[in-house]
């Protein structure tokens, strides 16, 4: 019989775009030994293209949620007293998302938010050079700091323990590892 973990400790990542979020996920979890969930929209606007619709948000919110769930079967089959899994995005972002491009939001998002329970969010900063690539958006600091301030809020309203992530490279990543291993481990 397998043994369930514990406790598994989760930490989502969150942030506009371009701002080194699943390079934070994958450091954080190698150095914490475990596995993260990859953002869903990205394999999602990569097969179906990236003229989305309203509609197609619930469907990659569903498919996000899907990766998580998935995730934390996966890491309570491994035989530890605690686990640690790293989220990269969450229903906060499908919300931000939906209200920023359509002026609404899906009132099963809302209804995740209220469900899903994290222990804890790392705010990414937009002061990382903007990347481009296939499915970016915002290129203009000024729409990725509009984002940002968004998600920011949303923190400031909820209960969960949040950190800001600012700075670069290896600082930016070991700030993040400091906050976690302080508050949870």
């Not at 996920?25 to 914490?32: G, I």
């Not at 969930?37 to 990236?50: K, P």
């Not at 530890?80 to 359509?102: A, P």
Request: glycine letters at 4%.
């Amino acid at each position: 019989m397998n043994k369930q973990p514990e406790r598994i400790i989760k930490i989502v990542v969150i942030g506009p775009e371009s701002t080194g979020k699943s390079t934070l996920c994958e450091a954080l979890a190698a150095h914490f030994h475990t596995i993260w969930c990859r953002e869903y929209a990205r394999e999602y606007l990569l097969q179906h293209g990236t003229d989305y619709s309203y509609d197609d948000l619930l469907t990659i919110a569903k498919g996000q949620l899907n990766l998580e769930d998935e995730a934390m079967v996966k890491i309570a089959s491994k035989h530890q007293q605690s686990s640690v899994l790293i989220i990269d995005t969450e229903m906060y972002v499908m919300k931000v998302w939906c209200e920023f491009v359509f002026g609404k939001c899906h009132q099963f998002i809302l209804d995740e938010i209220v469900k899903r329970q994290y222990d804890g969010y790392l705010l990414c900063k937009p002061d990382l050079p903007w990347t481009k690539d296939e499915l970016r958006e915002y290129p203009d600091l000024e729409t990725r700091e509009k984002l940002y301030h968004h998600y920011r809020d949303l923190l400031i309203e909820q209960n969960t323990p949040w950190f800001e992530v600012k700075g670069t490279g290896q600082e930016r990543i070991q700030s993040a590892i400091d906050w976690v291993q302080e508050k949870y481990l």
